[in-house]
């Protein structure tokens, strides 16, 4: 979706976090949630706490993440964040922060940065080459403010789990034979959940999310999934979406048909080229 890792804001371009003093918070909103088992079904999502709570789209407490959880709640557009210590928490926040990937944003620097690294032969760009790295990375990759991860070993575990039934799956910036940056994602049909990203290198992040934005369009996904707002995701071209509309786009869109194949081609970006060709839209 979600610093230089999650989601792209809370999780996907800055990685998802619970803010400093929020804690307290949630725990006061789960004395108001409904908690479930691992049988009984998510809430409607229309009971999550509004914008005036103390943890505003939060929806249930409880359950275990197994792939069945996962695959149920991301059809409905909900999505699990949690810290140590907590039980499972899932959220659905109104409005969502979206990336349509038509209107990525690709900056003058960024379009050059994009140029050197394609023209490289040492730079390659990789689909679930190690995605176990790359899941670590996010997790473990310090961030400036933030004390601890949403990403705790049970998240983990459930993901590295989800990925090897092929529901996640990472884009990796390689450098010199070597992992510079990356992020994972959640993919059912045609929709795209940006969940993580992480940078060892500069911009090698946003190579990655280029990367991603290039194989959506060559496939004919409109939009990943953002999470939460953030300056940073704006300036990318994401935009906030109301819950209504975003959950009927994630039904159609996760009734497609699945990706045959994550593998990605040099030629995919002639679909960033395409959008660095706009006039008067994607420069900064």
Known sequence: MH???RAWGSRFTVRRRIPRGAAAAIVRAM???NWIGDDDPLPDTRLALGPDSAAPGLLAAGGSLTPQRLEQAY???V????????PVLWWSPDPRMVLPVAQFKVS???AKTLRRFAADPACELRIDSDFAAVIDACSRTPR?????TWIVPAMVAAYRDWHRRGRVHSVETWIGGRLAGGLYCVAIGRMVFGESMFTWGRDSSKIALAGLVAFCRAHGVALIDCQQNTAHLASLGAREMRRSPFERHVSLASGEPDI???????????Q???????????RA
């Open 108 to 110: 003058k620097s960024l």
């Open 260 to 270: 045959a194949q994550w593998t990605y081609d040099s030629s995919m970006w002639l």
């Open 3 to 5: 610093a230089v890792n």
């Open 75 to 77: 059809r409905r557009g």
């Open 272 to 282: 960033l080229e395409a959008l660095q060709r706009a006039p008067g839209r994607n």
């Open 31 to 33: 004395q108001m949630l």
């Open 79 to 86: 999505f699990p964040w949690f810290s140590k210590g907590q």
């Open 144 to 148: 400036r403010g933030q004390v601890g």
